[in-house]
């Protein structure tokens, strides 16, 4: 499936419509890189969701929680880059 930016969407939406109508491309429409929508063509069946998909996301949100709830470093990558130029 493509990604296509809010903006890009607006300044293509006759050429894009016409990739959906002729081509049946599927675009993902994003707004500053998250998905926010669909454009495709009327007969489109989104892919299944299945128990191996769902529970691959479930794995990720469990590693996104431990993530998230690590306490915060105590340099920041980019001090820590600079400091190794030097």
């Not at 109508?21 to 707004?31: F, G, S």
């Not at 069946?45 to 470093?73: G, H, I, Q, Y």
Request: charged residues 35%.
């Amino acid at each position: 499936m493509n990604e296509i930016g809010i903006r890009d969407l607006k300044a293509k939406a006759s050429e894009l419509v016409r990739h959906v109508a002729e081509d049946h491309a599927v675009y993902t429409i994003t707004r500053r890189g998250r998905p926010v929508g669909v454009l495709a063509p009327t007969d489109y069946v989104p892919p299944a969701r299945t128990p191996k998909n769902d529970e691959a996301w479930d794995r990720l949100e469990e590693m996104w929680c431990r993530f998230d709830a690590s306490p915060p470093p105590k340099k920041s990558a980019l001090r820590e880059l600079f400091d190794m130029r030097r």
